[in-house]
């Protein structure tokens, strides 16, 4: 069974705007780095300003307002 924390990311994963956001980010960190091997684990977000960042650890330590993308989510398997 989930989690509250872990509810509230799943939930937050469904909004089409928050996907959209990290895949913009994603996209921008590729087009700027594309011989970067290093694949991210996913994006964190704002879920107000939906600003973000690329998380590389393996355990993301998010803020209260953030919520975790998974990489899964932002682009689908087998790409890269």
């Known amino acids: 069974m989930p989690t509250a924390a872990e509810s509230?990311?799943?939930?937050a994963l469904l909004d089409?705007?928050?996907?959209?956001a990290a895949?913009?980010?994603y996209r921008t960190f590729y087009e700027v780095h594309p011989e970067?091997?290093?694949?991210?684990?996913g994006?964190?977000?704002d879920r107000f300003s939906l600003r973000g960042k690329l998380i590389f650890a393996a355990k993301p330590i998010l803020?209260?307002?953030?919520?975790f993308v998974?990489?899964?989510q932002?682009?689908?398997?087998?790409?890269r």
């Open 74 to 79: 932002i682009e689908p398997t087998g790409v």
């Open 16 to 20: 089409p705007a928050l996907l959209q």
């Open 36 to 41: 970067e091997v290093q694949r991210p684990i």
């Open 8 to 11: 509230v990311s799943l939930s």
């Open 63 to 67: 803020l209260p307002r953030e919520c």
């Open 70 to 72: 998974p990489f899964n």
């Open 43 to 45: 994006v964190a977000l």
């Open 23 to 25: 895949r913009a980010i």
